[in-house]
């Protein structure tokens, strides 16, 4: 009866200690790739993938179908017309110059067409070609790829 309770004293305690010490598996880090519907390639990384949410991937689809001839140097067909143009048209990821300007402002631009809001006559009015969430779409696009990244201002917009 000893030699029982000497191994019951010995074994009990040490299954409870066991059991405790368990290793549970560090969470893996959230990996945004995972979750999104498409991606973009960085302009200034071209190591690094920016991950697209659904609003932003429609827009890079409607940008490439619309804005990437004059917004981008190249294009999925080839050479843009940008280098023909004057003036040259920023680029779209061009943070330095569209971080500043408001979504309202943008999203006119694009709506009304650049003589309509003081920029080149050479853009077109979009709003007759494109929906309202279409032009939203690419807004959000570009917020996304902009180099330096995009920071929503802390202000309301005007109404």
Known sequence: MKRRDLILFLIIPSIAILSSCQHKPAAAPANPLLNAYDVEQSSTDPQRLIPLNYQQAQGKRVFNNNCVWCHADSTPAGPSNRSNLTPTPPLFTDGETFNSLSDDLMRNTITLGGSAMGKSAIMPPWGQ???????????????????????????????
């Open 129 to 159: 070609t494109l929906t309202p969430d279409e032009i939203r779409a690419v807004l959000a696009y570009a917020r996304a790829v902009a180099q330096p990244p995009y920071k929503a201002s802390a202000r309301p917009a005007s109404q």
